[in-house]
């Protein structure tokens, strides 16, 4: 669930009211399982979110019930991961347990997405990373030309679809450092795809799926439309984390959403 999914969860808890709680990692020191942002909501017989699991976040569920049962004052405490609770982690984190109704979600700041990805290609390939990103704090433009290619179910709300014609054109709706992940249906569009992407060079990332033997050949038509070699070395093709093995739509979603993170990691700051 990510952080605009549980606000939403949470509005229209605080909106029925329903009884719980927020449990909220304020400050944290060192190494934590969560760091400070990160929320959970507790009710009675249920929760959504998480502050990392293990002993930390039951000892915290504990807590949350009681105060929803007791009523009462926010409370605020330290917990030292190791000493307190037989933690590895070894860090401390500052704690916040509020009953919903003194806790607005709507005042809750949003964390800034991992990345913003233009994602061109409504295929196999393409839903499959759409599914893996559902869960991830992240902006998704979802891009085909073919309208009936998007499945049928609702998206959840960080990921939007874009039916366009020319679908090459919409990358100049793009922002600066944008990540572009382009796997369409058609070589053609591939190609004008990646020299319009390239054209601008203001890009975070940029995948094109294929084999080195597609790479190859875009390189050298691209190369001979003008596109600079310093700019074609920052093509990946192929997409994924190298060393996982298979073709399956599935497998190359895990790739290369791995290789995605790997990629925002430096401008969020590695674990």
Known sequence: MTAAELAALALGWRAAGRPAAVVSVVRHQGSVPRESG?????????????????????????????????????????????PALGQCCGGVVHLRLARLADDDPAAWEPPPPRFVLRLYGAGHVGRAIVQLLAGIDCRVHWIDEREEQFPALELPPHVRRVCVEP??????????????????HSHDLDLALARAILGRGDFGF??????????A???????????????????????????????????????????????????????
Do not use: N, Y
């Open 38 to 82: 990160t929320r959970m909501l507790v009710g009675p017989d249920e929760v959504h979110g998480t502050i990392g699991g293990g002993h930390l976040e039951w000892k915290a569920i504990d807590a949350a019930r009681a105060l929803i049962a007791a009523g009462g004052a926010p409370i605020e405490q330290r917990v030292p991961l190791g």
């Open 167 to 184: 679908v090459d054109a919409e990358v100049r709706c793009a922002a600066p450092g944008d990540f572009h992940l382009v796997l369409t």
């Open 206 to 215: 940029f995948g094109l799926i294929g084999s080195a033997t597609k790479r």
């Open 217 to 271: 050949r875009f390189e050298r038509r691209l190369a001979e439309r003008g596109v600079p070699p310093q700019l074609l070395a920052r093509m990946t093709c192929p997409i994924g984390v190298p060393g996982i093995p298979g073709k399956e739509p599935q497998v190359i979603a895990v790739a290369a959403v791995a290789q995605l993170l790997q990629q925002a990691a430096p401008t969020r700051g590695s674990p």
